[in-house]
């Protein structure tokens, strides 16, 4: 008997090692059922073409053995996968979770792609996982929504614009800014940051022209870690608004007396937007003297008119500049130049008094007494 | 001097003849010298009333009134020393060439008296400002440091009709005037000097010709001045 036990004994020690490795055997079959992908991350969401992102796959073990992998990698035939395989062979525990990360670059035209994940197991099986990857080029929209009719050299102006994601992803680090010769933009950039799909962000600025130009409207943003911009070119064209004001000189009249041209008449405001600090003064041909150096009419409403009076001297020309300074409701400046024909000086001086008979009377009858007085100082000696 | 007047206007010989027999006295030609500097001054400050203007504008009405006093004072001054001091000095430097005796004291006396028509000459020219000035239309400076804008303003001035009418009708009265005080201080230098006739009217008429023509020849065709003292 003991022998026969110590016999039954052995043989289940011997089946007790030899089972287990028919178990394992086994797991290595189903590995490839156990293991799921649980995850996909891509960012960005949606690539624009020559994007570089990144994908990142998460797979759980759903098994209760440990599942060993022996490699890991994406393929595709149209999407480059920059970074390298994961060729060492690691294990996945039960009901644990591991992520691979790959690096790829849609260098493809747009449209929707689908690179696969592949996961290769050390003892038995695969697994293929394939991606969805969509690649778009449709950039950040700008539309300007107000805008002057045209533009003064000078003058500020302010201009109202949207910029809209017309994607299906979310752009971040969105700067708006302004290119433009002798362009002085007020704010000269504006944060957006992110803007998520179909949302748009008003911006406001002014800017200043010196010269007539292009202004281009410059939106810088980030798609993933790819930077990309969109850009809208704005014509900045000189020329008079529709709505300015306008302030005419009418009932003009100039004489010249006490060695001066003094100058008078009404100054209207013609134009549909109120003229502010109006100024008026003498111009071209014209040197400016006291009293009425320049002459201050201050605020002009659209139809209202009010008297000035200016005071000058002019040389040798029959025409003299009145200039109009004004501003409009922002504070940018305006000039007007009205030309004036003016009387010639010696108009003025025709008026010249002529030996009145009086004084002549006085020289005559002085004359005579003295001569009188004269004569008879030497007779009566 | 109710009484000398009349007799020094009209019958000058006889008023300095008998002056002679009187010891020198400088208190009644004085007080017509300074009689005639004070019209002569009045008449300045008038005229300066033209230039008023371009210095208010200018630089202050204080400088302008100061500009007035300061013509004024001058002329004052003027009158004193070029119508009796240096006539004086004339005529007694003059007679020195016919032997003339007689102190340049006498002879500053006689002068003094022989200013009483000028004087009533400068009375007249200053009443006939008062009919011209108003009517001169005074150009004004835009900048008093600037010379050539002055010399804009004091040649419009001088080209102005009724200033230069002004001045030539002052330069014709004082002319007159000037005769008739040439004829005084013919019998003044005469006795003060101890001259014959002929002398004294040589000693007298020259400077006063020349003055006159000078006068005259300014007025009417040279750079004019403002006549009238």
């Given at each position: 008997?003991?022998?026969?036990?110590?016999?039954?004994?052995?043989?289940?020690?011997?089946?007790?090692?030899?089972?287990?490795?028919?178990?394992?055997?086994?797991?290595?079959?189903?590995?490839?059922?156990?293991?799921?992908?649980s995850?996909?991350?891509?960012?960005?969401?949606?690539?624009?073409?020559?994007?570089?992102?990144i994908?990142?796959?998460?797979?759980?073990?759903?098994?209760?053995?440990?599942?060993?992998?022996?490699?890991?990698?994406?393929?595709?035939?149209?999407?480059?996968?920059?970074?390298s395989?994961?060729?060492?062979?690691?294990?996945?525990?039960?009901g644990?979770?591991?992520?691979?990360?790959?690096?790829?670059?849609?260098?493809?035209?747009?449209?929707?792609?689908?690179?696969?994940?592949?996961?290769?197991?050390?003892?038995?099986?695969?697994?293929?996982?394939?991606?969805?990857?969509?690649?778009?080029?449709?950039?950040?929209?700008?539309?300007?929504?107000?805008?002057?009719?045209t533009?003064?050299?000078?003058?500020?102006?302010?201009?109202?614009?949207?910029?809209?994601?017309?994607?299906?992803?979310?752009?971040?680090?969105?700067?708006?800014?302004?290119?433009?010769?002798?362009?002085?933009?007020?704010?000269?950039?504006?944060?957006?940051?992110?803007?998520?799909?179909?949302?748009?962000q008003?911006?406001?600025?002014?800017?200043?022209?010196?010269?007539?130009?292009?202004?281009?409207?410059?939106?810088?943003?980030?798609?993933?870690?790819?930077?990309?911009?969109?850009?809208?070119?704005l014509?900045?064209?000189?020329?008079?608004?529709?709505?300015?004001?306008?302030?005419?000189?009418?009932?003009?009249?100039?004489?010249?007396?006490?060695?001066?041209?003094?100058?008078?008449?009404?100054?209207?405001?013609?134009?549909?937007?109120?003229?502010?600090?109006?100024v008026?003064?003498?111009?071209?041909?014209?040197e400016?003297?006291?009293?009425?150096?320049?002459?201050?009419?201050?605020?002009?409403?659209?139809?209202?008119?009010?008297?000035?009076?200016?005071?000058?001297?002019?040389?040798?020309?029959?025409?003299?500049?009145?200039?109009?300074?004004?501003?409009?409701?922002?504070?940018?400046?305006?000039?007007?130049?009205?030309?004036?024909?003016?009387?010639?000086?010696?108009?003025?001086?025709?008026?010249?008094?002529?030996?009145?008979?009086?004084?002549?009377?006085?020289?005559?009858?002085?004359?005579?007494?003295?001569?009188?007085?004269?004569?008879?100082?030497?007779?009566?000696? | 001097?109710?009484?000398?007047?009349?007799?020094?206007?009209?019958?000058?010989?006889?008023?300095?003849?008998?002056?002679?027999?009187?010891?020198?006295?400088?208190?009644?030609p004085?007080i017509?010298?300074?009689?005639?500097?004070?019209?002569?001054?009045?008449?300045?400050?008038?005229?300066?009333?033209?230039?008023?203007?371009?210095?208010?504008a200018?630089?202050?009405?204080?400088?302008?009134?100061?500009?007035?006093?300061?013509?004024?004072?001058?002329?004052?001054?003027?009158?004193?020393?070029?119508?009796?001091v240096?006539?004086?000095?004339?005529?007694?430097?003059?007679s020195?060439?016919?032997?003339?005796?007689?102190?340049?004291?006498?002879?500053?006396?006689?002068?003094?008296?022989?200013?009483?028509?000028?004087?009533?000459?400068?009375?007249?020219?200053?009443?006939?400002?008062f009919?011209?000035?108003?009517?001169?239309?005074?150009?004004?400076?835009?900048?008093?440091?600037?010379?050539?804008?002055?010399?804009?303003?004091?040649?419009?001035?001088?080209?102005?009709?009724a200033?230069?009418?002004?001045?030539?009708i002052?330069?014709?009265?004082?002319?007159?005037?000037?005769?008739?005080?040439?004829?005084?201080w013919?019998?003044?230098?005469?006795?003060?000097?101890?001259?014959?006739?002929?002398?004294?009217?040589?000693?007298?008429?020259?400077?006063?010709?020349?003055?006159?023509?000078?006068?005259?020849?300014?007025?009417?065709?040279?750079?004019?001045?403002?006549g009238?003292?």
């Amino acid at each position: 008997m003991e022998k026969s036990n110590i016999a039954v004994i052995s043989a289940l020690i011997t089946c007790c090692l030899l089972f287990p490795v028919v178990a394992a055997q086994e797991t290595g079959d189903g590995a490839a059922a156990q293991i799921t992908v649980s995850g996909v991350d891509i960012n960005p969401g949606i690539f624009f073409e020559g994007d570089t992102g990144i994908i990142t796959i998460e797979v759980v073990n759903n098994g209760p053995e440990s599942v060993a992998i022996r490699r890991a990698t994406m393929y595709d035939s149209d999407i480059s996968v920059i970074s390298s395989s994961y060729d060492t062979t690691t294990t996945v525990g039960a009901g644990n979770r591991m992520q691979f990360t790959f690096t790829v670059k849609a260098d493809v035209p747009p449209g929707i792609y689908y690179p696969s994940f592949s996961l290769d197991f050390r003892d038995a099986g695969y697994l293929r996982y394939p991606v969805q990857i969509r690649v778009e080029n449709d950039p950040l929209a700008i539309s300007v929504l107000d805008k002057p009719d045209t533009f003064s050299a000078g003058r500020k102006d302010r201009i109202d614009i949207t910029v809209g994601n017309p994607r299906d992803n979310p752009v971040g680090s969105v700067i708006v800014y302004f290119r433009g010769k002798s362009v002085e933009p007020a704010p000269s950039s504006y944060f957006i940051g992110t803007l998520n799909p179909d949302q748009a962000q008003k911006i406001s600025f002014n800017i200043t022209p010196g010269e007539p130009t292009n202004l281009d409207i410059v939106v810088d943003y980030k798609n993933g870690v790819n930077p990309h911009s969109a850009v809208t070119t704005l014509p900045v064209a000189f020329g008079e608004s529709k709505k300015q004001a306008e302030p005419i000189l009418s009932n003009i009249i100039v004489e010249y007396k006490d060695g001066k041209y003094t100058l008078t008449g009404d100054v209207t405001n013609a134009g549909l937007e109120v003229a502010n600090s109006v100024v008026l003064s003498a111009g071209d041909g014209a040197e400016p003297v006291n009293p009425y150096r320049e002459y201050v009419v201050g605020s002009l409403q659209p139809d209202d008119f009010a008297s000035f009076e200016i005071t000058f001297l002019s040389e040798n020309t029959a025409q003299v500049q009145v200039i109009v300074n004004y501003r409009d409701e922002d504070g940018n400046p305006s000039v007007r130049t009205t030309p004036v024909v003016i009387p010639p000086k010696t108009s003025a001086k025709e008026n010249s008094p002529g030996v009145s008979t009086s004084i002549i009377a006085v020289i005559l009858i002085s004359a005579a007494v003295i001569g009188g007085a004269i004569w008879y100082s030497w007779k009566k000696r | 001097m109710k009484g000398i007047l009349p007799s020094l206007l009209l019958r000058p010989d006889t008023f300095f003849s008998e002056r002679m027999k009187e010891p020198e006295n400088l208190k009644i030609p004085g007080i017509i010298a300074i009689a005639g500097a004070v019209i002569a001054a009045a008449g300045s400050y008038l005229i300066s009333g033209i230039y008023e203007g371009i210095f208010t504008a200018a630089a202050g009405e204080g400088m302008a009134s100061l500009l007035g006093i300061f013509g004024a004072v001058s002329a004052f001054f003027a009158f004193i020393i070029i119508w009796w001091v240096v006539f004086s000095g004339i005529f007694y430097l003059l007679s020195m060439a016919f032997n003339g005796t007689g102190t340049f004291r006498r002879t500053l006396e006689f002068v003094g008296y022989g200013l009483v028509p000028v004087i009533i000459g400068s009375v007249i020219s200053v009443i006939i400002s008062f009919y011209y000035l108003p009517m001169i239309e005074v150009p004004v400076i835009t900048n008093i440091q600037d010379p050539a804008a002055v010399q804009r303003v004091m040649s419009g001035i001088f080209e102005d009709p009724a200033f230069r009418e002004f001045t030539q009708i002052s330069a014709v009265i004082s002319a007159i005037f000037l005769s008739w005080s040439a004829n005084l201080w013919i019998f003044g230098v005469r006795h003060a000097r101890v001259l014959s006739l002929r002398n004294a009217i040589i000693v007298v008429l020259i400077p006063v010709i020349i003055f006159m023509i000078y006068t005259l020849y300014m007025a009417f065709i040279g750079s004019p001045f403002a006549g009238g003292s």
